[in-house]
């Protein structure tokens, strides 16, 4: 037997349980993998809702790290003892033990530990794709960052700051302010409701060419109205509700403006992708470049605890939940 949180219907943290069952057995293309730590991860949330649909009963997580223990016939990509790490679909990462596509596994350097390695993944694989894919930032650029002192957050902060552009992130604590400097950010709004106002004060009027926006409903017509001319419009989550319909002719009066949702699932499909982003994350991290904060742990049994904290925006950068 092995452990997992698990639902049994969509609701709040307090339907989250910690209980025994049958540890899997991998089949064709599949590898087990006994986990050393997984990830918190605001889609987590999402899923418990229901906002994500899913089966029930079901197990939550997309991300952590771990050893493979076993692997199912015409398995390639990993062997038993590698040490691994993924963040992808499906769900299934709360458990001390899960069998998931070998395909979806990435090797870890020796010089990232199992602990960096689920605070990361997921975090650090969306911020190089929302950077350098969905748009690419180039020196000289003054971007902007909701949710900066977040996980994604201090890596965007770091990684853009690398790359040369001009850092403003969103907050909403001045603790968390201070924080989004220390990691990078050239300038910080504490709250949005005069979002684009300071962002036109630290532009000199000229506002952003992109706005990394994962807030949603609360900040998404001030995230517009922050952008520039052809500025494009990410947006990448639902911390305060889903966007919902918009009039598209919105785009057009603001500036011809171009606006994306993406996903990690689509920018990672081809495993060439999924391996090119994670060697770029696991460079900038080896380097120095991006420092992955820690900043708590639970144990996984207590995950509900985690999920209050995270709703209640009391955590700064990872958080990780250990079996």
């Known amino acids: 037997m092995t452990k997992a949180i698990r639902i049994h219907a969509h609701g709040g943290p307090e339907v989250m349980r910690w209980e025994d069952v049958p540890t899997p057995e991998p089949g064709p293309g599949e590898a087990l993998v006994r ?13 418990r809702t229901g906002l994500y649909k899913t089966g029930l009963p079901a197990t939550l997580g997309m991300e952590a790290s771990g050893t493979v223990i076993a692997v199912g016939p015409d398995v390639t990509e990993v062997a038993i003892g590698d040490r691994v790490a993924y963040a992808t679909a499906p769900i299934g990462a709360y458990s001390t033990e899960r069998v998931i596509a070998a395909n979806r596994l990435v090797k870890l350097p020796d ?18 794709y929302l950077l350098r894919r969905t748009y690419k930032v180039q020196p000289g650029e003054t971007i902007l960052v ?6 994604v957050g201090l890596i965007m902060c770091q990684w853009a700051k690398h790359l040369g552009a001009t850092v403003i992130g969103v907050v909403s604590t001045d603790a968390k302010a201070d924080l989004a400097r ?14 684009a106002a300071e962002v036109r004060r630290f532009t000199g009027g000229a506002m952003v060419p992109v706005v990394y926006d994962s807030i949603g409903k609360d900040t998404f017509m001030a995230s517009l109205d922050s952008l520039a001319p052809l500025g494009m419009m990410v947006s990448f989550g639902n911390a305060s509700g889903p966007v919902g319909a918009i009039d598209v002719g919105l785009l057009g009066a603001k500036g011809s403006l171009f606006l994306t949702r993406p996903g990690l699932a689509t920018y990672t499909a081809k495993r060439a992708d999924l391996l090119h982003a994670a060697s770029e994350l696991f460079d900038v991290v080896g ?9 708590q742990t639970f144990p996984l049994q207590d995950a509900a605890r985690a999920h209050e904290a995270l709703e209640a925006r009391l955590t700064t950068g990872s958080t990780i939940l250990l079996p």
């Open 182 to 195: 220390a990691h990078g950010a050239d300038h910080v709004i504490v709250g949005h409701a005069d979002l």
């Open 35 to 47: 986990h050393a730590a997984v990830g918190l991860n605001f889609i987590d949330v999402y899923f």
């Open 146 to 151: 909701h949710a900066a002192a977040g996980g």
């Open 287 to 295: 380097r120095g470049v991006v420092n992955i904060r820690v900043n």
């Open 111 to 128: 010089n990232i530990d199992f602990n960096t390695a689920a605070a990361m993944m997921l975090q650090g694989i969306t911020a190089q």
